[in-house]
Nanobody, 114 residues
Framework: QVQLVESGGGLVQPGGSLRLSCVASGSIFSILAMGWYRQAPGSQRELVAGITSGGSTNYADAVKGRFTISRDNAKNTMYLQMNRLKPEDTAVYYC????????WGQGTQVTVSS
């Protein structure tokens, strides 16, 4: 059973940056396509960015050019570098496979506010 642990969230002013991390237990991480998802209050969970096992990436239009997804398979870790943050980026951020195959972690709260 793969467990996912997200970290790195916090309170940041508009225009600021954060780097999220997702650590996965288990040896199958390196073969999984993975993604970062987010859920804002009152909204459905949505895919923000995805990365294949080989490192190909794709992004939601709302974050394209501002967010960068990456992974280090040797460390079973995935990252989301978030720059030029906006208030509408406020949400709980989660990682999971693509498609969603694993149990959800606790997520990490990102709040963008002045």
């Amino acid at each position: 059973q793969v467990q996912l642990v997200e970290s790195g969230g916090g309170l940041v002013q508009p225009g600021g940056s954060l780097r999220l991390s997702c650590v996965a237990s288990g040896s199958i991480f390196s073969i999984l396509a993975m993604g970062w998802y987010r859920q804002a209050p009152g909204s459905q969970r949505e895919l923000v960015a995805g990365i294949t096992s080989g490192g190909s990436t794709n992004y939601a239009d709302a974050v394209k050019g501002r967010f960068t997804i990456s992974r280090d398979n040797a460390k079973n870790t995935m990252y989301l570098q978030m720059n030029r943050l906006k208030p509408e980026d406020t949400a709980v951020y989660y990682c999971n496979g693509r498609p969603v195959l694993l149990s959800w972690g606790q997520g990490t709260q990102v709040t963008v506010s002045s």
